[in-house]
């Protein structure tokens, strides 16, 4: 007996490492072990005559074969395999036909008829009563979804067990329902709280989906805010990178002024650099031109920092531009804010206005810009061009 059930173990290892595809995930070698592993557990505390005992352990080595073959009617596709099997091993008919009823009797649909179907049966969902429930229940779920059978959500997976527990399965068997059945219970009751709370996070999250979309809908400003908010960002950004690009140039031209300053100009009194004055006059003029425009796109503009009631009233000053209110005292400040805060309508002219001024402040200093980089690049190949044709006609 012992020798036959050692040969369905390697054949059984064999076969799924060979012709099982990498898809099944929880029917494999491991999943069998734990059948043929929980089919001793009942055997070893039931009146089993050893007969049985073979019969009932080759085939919960042998149950789960036919999945080598196909998905739907596996059962059929293992009996035949197991008869094939222990045909070739010289297998009396009588267990055979013992193995194959077994085998048939896995089905979930069908009642089991005797001891050992039921012990088989039990042994087959032994799982629903271990600590590694979840784990192999994760894989099932993984395994339908890869074999195209149905595809489940977490929160379904989880009703799908609960009703599976509650109302397909049972045990049969004494051992299973003294041993197994309470773990079982747990588990179930682990199945219900990971339900409640599944629930709870996606009832959560369509609440916050629909308050999002109804906020959405009723407060366009929202969507106008925050084109201001971006807009005035962006308009800062480019202004810092329009005084950057300005103080890079101012830095630049110092330096190249304060060089020939310091090591050209001197040695023009000489009569053998007396070539190198007009370049070196080029250079220079066109720095100190690039020096004067860099410091005009910098320049700020001076306001004169009051406004009166009349011009807010009459909404003719822009409150949230300092320069319209630096010189005012605090209390006439706080009012006019007051005053334009009680009208939003105002507000967002003063935004659009503070936009707009912004804009023609950008304008200026991207021009002046411009036309200082223009002037700087020119100046550059002006005076190496003079410097060539100084060296060249002294």
Known sequence: MNNLIEKADKFVQNLFREELPNTYIYHDYKHTERVVKSTKEIIDCSEINVKEEEALILAAWLHDTGYTRTYKGHEEESANIATAFLKENNATPELIEKVTKLIAATRFNKEPDSQAEKIIRDADSSHFAKDYFEEASEFLRQELELHNIKKFSHLEWLQENIKFFTEKHSYYTNYALENWKPKKEENLLELIESQNKAQQKLKKEENKARLKAQFKNDNPERSIQSMFRVTLRNHIKLSDIADTKANILLSVNAIIISLALANLIPKLDAASNKHLLIP??????????????????????????????????????????FGNFHKMPFEQFKWGMQEMMKDKDYVYESLMLDLHLLGKVLHRKYLLLRLTYTVFMVGIIISVISFVVGFYLM
């Open 280 to 321: 070196s006059m080029i250079l220079i003029l066109f720095s100190v031109a690039s020096i004067i425009l860099s410091i005009m796109s910098t320049r700020p503009n001076v306001t004169s920092g009051e406004f009166t009631k009349e011009q807010v009233e009459s909404r003719k000053v822009n409150l949230l531009f």
